[in-house]
């Protein structure tokens, strides 16, 4: 096995609810053993900690304190900054799709898709999309997220992708591998589609690979609902919780990694 594939299983144990699942676990198991007040009070913060970052509310003020923020792209900031093509990155697939008979874009994928296709018409710049098959990926996943990708946006859109990277299975392995299909055809200038949340991590990797960056974040971690849902706990709430700490780790981690 290679390392690679430990990650999302260490982000798992690392993240909610999982970690604090575990707490609570421990809380328990302590306070069966002569430890009960300090074991109830752990595990009873660990659910109560769960239950905070279940909120809407507390992933929009993560993503606002914990992330570097980057302002939606202006159209002409694509002219200012000499772009020269769009590059997408793919947010994972649905390996089996049976309404479709074949795999489909995740929901993260098609709207970074929509938000791409609709970039391209307004500008007409050329597209790329960068994603294979992910360490995480389900073994019913035969084709490259790439390749889901372009099936997509010709079929929605009515767009072709000029390049389309199908071996890279995280956003280091996105730079890495993108960086020369497009320096191969004169590209040193993208603009960047990906989430938000993802945009510090993704915009630093192809930089570093070389690449001249103009960030079009999308998918904004912004409160949705009225006030008094946005602080009811919900799967949605903690999903997005999680994409945050998972980011904020991860650019933790980087720092910390030697150069």
């Not at 809380?27 to 909120?55: D, I």
Request: net charge positive.
């Amino acid at each position: 096995m290679e390392l690679g594939a430990l990650k999302p299983v260490l982000a798992a144990l690392v993240l909610p609810p999982v970690s604090l699942l575990l707490l609570a676990l421990l809380g328990l198991v302590l306070a069966g053993y002569n430890r009960k007040k300090s074991g109830l009070t752990l595990a009873t913060l660990s659910v109560l900690l769960l239950a905070l970052l279940s909120c809407h509310g507390s992933a929009v003020w993560l993503a606002r304190t914990l992330l570097p923020q980057f302002a939606p792209l202006a159209l002409a900031g694509l002219k200012a900054q000499n772009v020269q093509a769009i590059v997408i990155l793919g947010g994972d697939v649905q390996p089996e799709a049976p309404e479709y008979g074949r795999s489909q874009p995740s929901a993260a994928t098609a709207a970074r898709l929509r938000y791409g296709a609709w970039l391209a018409r307004q500008s007409g710049l050329p597209l790329a999309f960068s994603g294979g098959r992910g360490w995480a990926a389900h073994r019913a996943q035969t084709e490259s997220e790439a390749e889901v990708a372009a099936r997509a946006l010709q079929q929605d859109y009515g767009l072709a992708l000029r390049w389309r990277e199908t071996q890279s299975r995280d956003t280091a392995e996105n730079a890495r591998l993108m960086a020369p299909l497009l320096r191969q055809a004169g590209v040193q200038r993208i603009a960047l589609v990906t989430h938000a949340w993802h945009m510090p991590r993704a915009a630093l990797a192809f930089e570093k690979a070389g690449l001249t960056v103009t960030p079009a974040p999308m998918g904004y971690v912004l409160p949705a609902q009225s006030e008094l849902l946005e602080w009811l706990p919900s799967a949605q709430g903690l999903q997005a919780s999680r994409q945050v700490m998972r980011e904020w780790l991860a650019l933790a981690a980087g720092r910390l990694r030697p150069a």
